[in-house]
T-cell receptor, first 109, second 116 residues
Framework: KNEVEQSPQNLTAQEGEFITINCSYSVGISALHWLQQHPGGGIVSLFM???GKKKHGRLIATINIQEKHSSLHITASHPRDSAVYIC???????????FGTGTLLAVQP | ETGVTQTPRHLVMGMTNKKSLKCEQHLGHNAMYWYKQSAKKPLELMFV???????ENNSVPSRFSPECPNSSHLFLHLHTLQPEDSALYLC???????????????FGQGTRLTVV
């Protein structure tokens, strides 16, 4: 079992829908990252958070340290949001960055 | 555009070939990383360089040889690879060593490597 689990693994949405991607982890962490990977392969860092909530444009990330859970929300989704969204935590016994397997999001027009 | 540039974007090589992947950043970052991304698997950290010194080698086979000649450039030299080494190889950089705190990393576009 991975130390970082994401759900769902695949998600298809219609343009304009509100989207939620979840990340649960089983280790103590100092920070959690949400990353976006486009079909070409490049990865963009969306958020880095250790508590509370952050907002950037239509993206919102929240984290609940007690429940070891984070969510990434996308409001008014658009086809250009189609990508793989990866949750990564820094922590565990080795204090290394541990990646989830990602959530493949497809937003249809 | 993240400021981290990788070349080539695609590479096909035979098992007896020697090739090199290049990563370049002019963000003034002190730490650079090589990651491997295989299909359906999480990202795997391969090497970390902090101020040009290798600080981590995550049990990577010796057929992968990193080189960091200066803080802006990172290479991954490839030699006698196996077909299972086919993957997306991503370079990243950060202001300070990613392990040292909640520092954000900037990733390149990756090199799609196919070993035949």
């Amino acid at each position: 079992k991975n130390e970082v689990e994401q759900s769902p693994q695949n998600l298809t949405a219609q343009e304009g829908e509100f989207i939620t991607i979840n990340c649960s982890y089983s280790v103590g962490i100092s920070a959690l990252h949400w990353l976006q990977q486009h079909p070409g392969g490049g990865i963009v860092s969306l958020f880095m958070l250790s508590s509370g909530k952050k907002k950037h444009g239509r993206l919102i990330a929240t984290i609940n340290i007690q429940e070891k859970h984070s969510s990434l929300h996308i409001t008014a989704s658009h086809p250009r949001d189609s990508a793989v969204y990866i949750c990564a935590v820094k922590g565990g016994a080795t204090n290394k960055l541990i990646f989830g397997t990602g959530t493949l999001l497809a937003v249809q027009p | 555009e993240t400021g981290v540039t990788q070349t080539p974007r695609h590479l096909v090589m035979g098992m007896t070939n020697k090739k090199s992947l290049k990563c370049e950043q002019h963000l003034g970052h002190n730490a650079m990383y090589w990651y491997k991304q295989s299909a359906k698997k999480p990202l795997e950290l391969m090497f970390v360089y902090n101020f040009k010194e290798q600080t981590e080698n995550n049990s990577v086979p010796s057929r992968f040889s990193p080189e960091c000649p200066n803080s802006s450039h990172l290479f991954l030299h490839l030699h006698t690879l196996q077909p299972e080494d086919s993957a997306l190889y991503l370079c990243a950089s950060s202001q300070e060593w990613f392990q040292g705190g909640g520092t954000e990393a900037f990733f390149g576009q990756g090199t799609r490597l196919t070993v035949v």
